[in-house]
């Protein structure tokens, strides 16, 4: 079946300019999860989503940074006034939930501020 | 803070060789997982271990978890020069939430 989508792959923007990234999670997968990578690092969790709400906004990296999900599937992440700083690799996962399910990760959106 | 922190964080091996990465975590933990990335992009799960293993087999893949140790080690047996990646352990944040905690990561190269 049809694994985790995010669009765009690749984003260039300028610093100032806002973007919307977007995660469609596998069917029937209630745990949503957005994690960012920095050139050449680990992931950085940033938010986590169980159903349309999200339990743990805890690794937001600042008041620019919000995400929703509605109709418990689609995931956007807005990041307003991009910063040459939030340039990274963008990653969305999704799972059945729980501490004991393996994360599914898409392709990931590679953002670049100019 | 960084839960998890791997050692080496660069390995060059021959094809045919074995290569062992590791993992140590600073928290208490309800599993450990080790993922491969390659090309920088997506990940792909490979193994989890729950707290209460000790060891767990996938084909070529063996994982050890010594929680008095608070570490992880990741073998991957005859290796192939498709094996070529970004390894990381990641540990679940004692929050059942599913929430991933990831380490920097072993990069392995397998020479043909």
């Known amino acids: 079946g049809a694994g985790v989508s995010q669009s765009p792959s690749n984003k260039v923007t300028e610093k100032g300019k806002d973007v919307e990234l977007r995660c469609d999670p596998i069917?029937?997968?209630?745990?949503l999860y957005w994690y960012r990578q920095s050139l050449g690092q680990g992931l950085e969790f940033l938010i986590y989503?169980?159903?349309?709400?999200?339990?743990?906004k805890s690794g937001l990296p600042s008041d620019r940074f919000s995400a929703e999900r509605t109709g418990g599937s689609v995931s956007t992440l807005t990041i307003q006034r991009t910063q040459q700083e939030d340039s990274a690799v963008y990653l969305c996962?999704?799972?059945?939930?729980?501490?004991?399910?393996?994360?599914?990760f898409g392709p990931g959106t590679r953002l670049t501020v100019l | 803070s960084q839960q998890g922190e791997e050692d080496p964080q660069a390995l060059s091996i021959q094809e045919g060789e074995n290569a062992t990465m590791n993992c140590s975590y600073k928290?208490?933990?309800?599993?450990l997982q080790w993922y491969r990335q390659n090309s920088g992009r997506g990940l792909v799960h490979l193994i989890l271990?729950?707290?209460?293993?000790r060891e767990k087999h996938s084909g070529r893949l063996r994982v050890t978890l010594d929680t008095s140790k608070k570490s992880s080690s990741l073998l991957i047996t005859a290796s192939r020069a498709a094996d070529t990646a970004s390894y990381f352990c990641?540990?679940?944040?004692?929050?059942?939430?599913?929430?991933?905690?990831f380490g920097q990561g072993t990069t392995l190269q397998v020479k043909p």
């Open positions: 996962a999704s799972s059945l939930g729980g501490q004991y399910n393996e994360q599914f």
């Open positions: 069917s029937g997968h209630t745990a």
């Open positions: 989503f169980q159903g349309n709400s999200a339990p743990d």
């Open positions: 928290t208490s933990i309800n599993n």
């Open positions: 271990i729950r707290s209460n293993e």
């Open positions: 990641a540990t679940d944040w004692p929050s059942n939430t599913g929430k991933l905690i």
